[in-house]
């Protein structure tokens, strides 16, 4: 079993920057790829950033490559993205998850095979 807190989301300006961070909890968090989600209001759930469970590997949407960064402290069970040049279309809340096969991340239609979720930290862009 696998707890996911995540933290950070707050109202920023657009153009700046913001981190988000998710502790999980259990004893074997390296075993366990670690992604971002986002959900925008009146909007389906849409993959943000995906990490391997040895953080050497990364996968993100074509959309939020070079702006978003997704990255992960196995020591401190912490997994974190980063966000920079926001703007009000990022408006969203955003959910972290984790799963034991990174590959749920990378395809769309294994998405909803992903074990674990957390309740989400809301994340909003004024213009």
């Known amino acids: 079993q696998v707890q996911l807190v995540e933290s950070g989301g707050g109202l920023v300006q657009a153009g700046d920057s913001l981190r988000l961070s998710c502790a999980a909890s259990?004893?074997?968090?390296?075993?366990?790829?670690m992604g971002w989600f986002r959900q925008a209001p009146g909007k389906e759930r849409e993959f943000v950033a995906a990490?391997?469970?040895?953080?050497?590997?990364?996968y993100y949407a074509d959309s939020r490559k070079g702006r978003f960064t997704i990255s992960r402290d196995n020591a401190k069970k912490m997994v974190y993205l980063q966000m920079n040049s926001l703007n009000p279309e990022n408006t969203a809340v955003y959910y972290c998850?984790?799963?034991?096969?990174?590959?749920?991340?990378?395809?769309?239609?294994?998405?909803?095979?992903?074990?674990?979720w957390g309740k989400g930290t809301l994340v909003t862009v004024s213009s």
């Open positions: 998850a984790a799963d034991t096969h990174y590959i749920n991340f990378l395809s769309p239609s294994r998405h909803n095979a992903i074990d674990y």
């Open positions: 990490i391997s469970g040895s953080g050497d590997s990364t």
């Open positions: 259990g004893r074997t968090f390296s075993i366990y790829a």
